[in-house]
């Protein structure tokens, strides 16, 4: 499959439909995603990306459907990582002197991936690719979100070619943004940004705001997994801005995991809590252990808030409690409030330790917590509602 978008440009990538789990089982993509990359052609062809290597062999055949091969005159490689690289080992065996542009990192990881030593021309923010009648512009965008990235700009037809940047994992024939359900869009364009980005959100700052202020016309922004943005794209860099600013809605998250229903009950009981202090914030409860962390993780982003509850076992948490802990405490979330509960039978340092997770994690921790001995009963339930109270009071 491809299709052109321009006169001259066309999307020669590969929609994956089944993609459940990537990066590993890391990553949840309930919608599947798409590998897109983009054949440009005036007087020079240029090939900007490729797909993941499981779709390399499709991805060459359709492309030498689109063009003789031979007539593709640089490749530009603006990610290294695996799903954007992955045909090139087959791609190069058919034009082994093809140049390849990319990053000085790019050189390096793609080498580090496929041992091979082609015919690399190293760019830099600023440097140009004549095509002909157009011109290919590369910014570099170190750590948005691997060392090597950078986004290419193509004059004429004002086209951002921004890679990981924008993207959102979504398989759909329907390639534009202004054809797609909004909804559906947004929420992987925002769990895209929650889970990759928000440990560089001072980069993208800088990185949106160095390219606005290159003052180029923005007709398009093709990234390299799911839709164009075609319609208002620079719709897109303004949402990052905003997500970058310490993102948070009117919203607080509840996370849990429980043995016995104990520690479920008391959630649901501060919940109840929280709701009769403040009637307007939305407080969501996820069971952690059967919650999609990636999900939960987009909650977390969204939070002016969260409680995190576990019963206290061996002297720890709960496992699913302590490794959605730690994916939190990577991220680095900022200007987030939290505080932690959970029960106990005898010796009951889960609080204490969630606490302490939290506070790795950059979260203001407002409150010694809540634990309660055994299973709730009216008191500690009434306790557990009032705890939620003095919560939402206090944000
Ligand atoms: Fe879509 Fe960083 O790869």
């Known amino acids: 499959m491809s299709f052109t978008i321009k006169e001259g440009i066309a999307w020669v990538g590969k929609i994956d439909w089944e993609l459940k789990k990537f990066h590993g089982e890391e990553y949840s993509t309930h919608r599947g995603s798409s590998y897109n990359a983009y054949l440009v052609r005036d007087e020079k062809t240029v090939l900007i990306d ?13 492309l030498q ?5 031979e007539k593709i005159d640089y490749i530009i490689a603006n990610h290294a990582e695996s799903d954007h690289s992955g045909a090139l080992p087959i791609l190069m065996r058919r034009i082994p002197d093809t140049p390849i542009y990319c990053t000085a990192n790019g050189v390096n990881f793609l080498k580090g991936l496929y041992h091979q030593d082609w015919n690399f021309k190293i760019v830099k923010t600023g440097d140009k690719l004549s095509l002909g009648s157009k011109e290919l512009i590369f910014i570099e965008a170190q750590m948005l979100h691997w060392p090597d990235n950078m986004m290419s700009y193509l004059t004429g037809d004002h086209i951002l070619f921004s890679n990981d940047a924008f993207g959102q994992h979504i398989a759909t024939e329907l390639m534009y943004n202004d054809l797609v359900d909004q909804g559906e869009l947004f929420q992987e364009a925002i769990k895209y940004y929650a889970n990759i980005l928000t440990p560089f959100s001072k980069l993208v700052v800088k990185k949106i705001q160095e390219v606005l202020a290159l003052k180029l016309p923005v007709d398009m922004i093709c990234p390299s997994h799911g839709v164009i943005w075609r319609d208002n794209p620079l719709q897109i860099a303004n949402k990052y801005l905003e997500w970058a600013a310490d993102y948070a809605e009117n919203q607080i998250s509840i996370i849990y995991d429980t043995m016995w229903d104990g520690t479920r009950r008391m959630a649901e009981a501060i919940a109840r809590g929280i709701t009769e202090t403040d009637s307007t914030v939305a407080v969501k409860l996820f069971n952690i252990a ?4 990636n999900d939960v993780i987009t909650e977390v982003f969204k939070s002016k808030a969260i409680l995190v509850g576990s019963p206290t076992i061996n002297k720890g948490i709960l496992s699913a409690v302590a490794g959605i802990l730690e994916e939190i405490r990577g991220l680095g979330f900022k200007n987030k409030k939290a505080a932690a509960f959970g029960c106990y039978g005898w010796s009951g340092e889960g609080v204490k330790m969630i606490s302490e997770k939290l506070k790795e994690g950059g979260f203001d921790v407002v409150s010694e917590g809540l634990r309660e001995k055994w299973n709730p009963n009216a008191e500690s339930i009434e306790n557990a509602v009032n705890f939620g ?3 939402a009071a206090l944000l």
């Open 389 to 391: 109270k003095a919560f």
């Open 65 to 69: 459907k689109e063009i003789p091969l």
């Open 50 to 62: 490729t797909v993941w290597s499981k779709f390399a062999h499709e991805f060459v055949e359709n």
């Open 290 to 293: 059967r919650s999609d962390r």
